[in-house]
C-alpha cells in the first residue's frame, strides 16, 4: 500500500514571492505521482504529474516538480505566485492498483 | 471533451434521512471512482468501479453506503440513513482503462444537520 504525507498544512506566502510545497510518500512497488490543485468549491484539477523519466516535471500555470526516489520526494515549486494561485493543493500517489492516495492538503494564501 | 458531470452540487438532509448522488463520466471512461473528501482533509477513496463491476469497496461504510453503476456509465451513490459525520464533499472521477490520469467532477458538498 503507499501513502502520502503533507509536510506543511498551510502556507502563506506574498504575490511574486516563491513557494515550494513539500510532500513526502511510502511505497513498496513503483509510484506515479501527481499533484493537484482545488480552488474553492471546485472539483481537483491536476497540475502535473510523474509517471517515469525525467524527474523534473512542469506543469499548467508554471508549477513545477522534482521527484527524488532516494529521499522518496515530490516538492512543488512555483518562482513567482499570483493571487490566483490560491488554493488547496494536493499531492498524491498510484501504485499499480490505480488507486490514488491523498495527502491532507496544503492550503496557500497569497497575499498582495 | 465534456468533463464529469454531478448531481446536485449541494445537499442538505436531516440526520437519519436518505440521500443520493449522481455522476456521468466522460464518455469511453471505463473506471470510475467515488471519493469521500472531509473537510480539511484529503479525498478518501469510497469505491472504484471498472465498467459495471466493482473492484474495490473496501472503505466504504456497506452498512449505510451503497453504490451502483448501470450499464458502466452512470453511476450513482447513495447514504441511508445518514449520520452527522457524513457531511463532505463527494467526488467523482473517471479514467480510461489502464490510464493514469483520472478526471475529476465539481463534487457534491453535504451537509447533514
Known amino acids: 500500500a503507499q501513502s502520502v504525507t503533507q509536510l506543511d498544512s498551510q502556507v502563506p506566502v506574498f504575490e511574486e514571492a516563491p513557494v515550494e510545497l513539500r510532500c513526502n510518500y511510502s511505497?513498496?512497488?513503483?509510484?506515479?505521482l501527481f499533484w493537484y490543485v482545488q480552488y474553492p468549491n471546485q472539483g481537483l484539477q491536476l497540475l502535473l504529474k510523474?509517471?517515469?523519466?525525467?524527474?523534473l516535471v512542469k506543469g499548467i500555470n508554471g508549477f513545477e516538480a522534482e521527484f527524488n526516489k532516494s529521499q522518496t520526494s515530490f516538492h512543488l515549486r512555483k518562482p513567482s505566485v499570483h493571487i490566483s494561485d490560491t488554493a488547496e493543493y494536493f499531492c498524491a500517489v498510484r501504485g499499480n492498483d490505480y488507486k490514488l492516495s491523498f495527502g491532507a492538503g496544503t492550503t496557500v494564501t497569497v497575499r498582495a | 471533451e465534456a468533463g464529469v458531470a454531478q448531481s446536485p452540487r449541494y445537499k442538505i438532509i436531516e440526520k437519519r434521512q436518505s440521500v443520493a448522488f449522481w455522476c456521468n463520466p466522460i464518455s469511453g471512461h471505463a473506471t470510475l471512482y467515488w471519493y469521500q473528501q472531509i473537510l480539511g482533509q484529503g479525498p478518501k477513496l469510497l469505491i472504484q468501479?471498472?465498467?459495471?463491476?466493482?473492484?474495490?469497496d473496501s472503505q466504504l461504510p456497506k452498512d449505510r453506503f451503497s453504490a451502483e453503476r448501470l450499464k458502466g456509465v452512470d453511476s450513482t451513490l447513495k447514504i441511508q440513513p445518514a449520520k452527522l459525520e457524513d457531511s463532505a464533499v463527494y467526488l467523482c472521477a473517471s479514467s480510461l482503462e489502464g490510464h493514469y490520469g483520472y478526471t475529476f467532477g465539481s463534487g457534491t458538498r453535504l451537509t447533514v444537520v
Open positions: 510523474y509517471l517515469s523519466g525525467s524527474t
Open positions: 511505497s513498496s512497488v513503483s509510484v506515479y
Open positions: 468501479f471498472q465498467n459495471n463491476g466493482v473492484v474495490d
